[in-house]
């Protein structure tokens, strides 16, 4: 008898993730850049009562669309140079006024 590993285990885990939920490699690799595991994603699974759920593709698409965007602000060149405005002492405002 073979003894899994954790890796091996956790390969199974998202072998059988890839399979309940439709997903793709690259689905796979969206899910796990975010931090997701496979069982979140099996659980998710909406059922027929449930029609207000994404199908978990489209949650995870989602998810990371979201996650791509917050991102992007953080680095923002343009909030960057926004929060380095130089402030206009007081004293200069009387005289361009």
Same mark, same amino acid.
């Given at each position: $008898?073979?003894? +899994?590993?954790? #890796? #091996?285990?956790?390969?199974? &885990?998202?072998? *059988?993730?890839?399979?309940?939920?439709? &997903?793709?490699?690259?689905?796979?690799? $969206?899910?796990?850049? $975010? #931090?997701?595991?496979?069982?979140?994603?099996? +659980?998710?699974?909406?059922? !027929?009562? *449930?029609?207000? /759920?994404?199908? @978990?593709?489209?949650?995870?698409? *989602? $998810?990371?669309?979201?996650? !791509? *965007? +917050?991102?992007? +602000? %953080? /680095?923002?060149?343009? %909030?960057?140079?926004?929060?380095?405005?130089?402030? @206009?002492?007081?004293?200069?405002?009387?005289?361009? @006024?």
């Amino acid at each position: $008898m073979v003894n +899994k590993t954790k #890796g #091996g285990k956790r390969d199974a &885990l998202w072998a *059988e993730a890839k399979r309940r939920c439709h &997903l793709n490699r690259e689905d796979i690799r $969206m899910a796990k850049e $975010m #931090g997701l595991n496979p069982r979140s994603l099996i +659980k998710n699974i909406p059922s !027929q009562s *449930e029609p207000w /759920k994404l199908p @978990v593709k489209d949650w995870i698409h *989602e $998810m990371y669309r979201k996650h !791509q *965007e +917050k991102a992007a +602000k %953080r /680095k923002s060149p343009a %909030r960057l140079q926004s929060s380095r405005k130089k402030r @206009v002492p007081p004293t200069r405002l009387r005289a361009l @006024v």
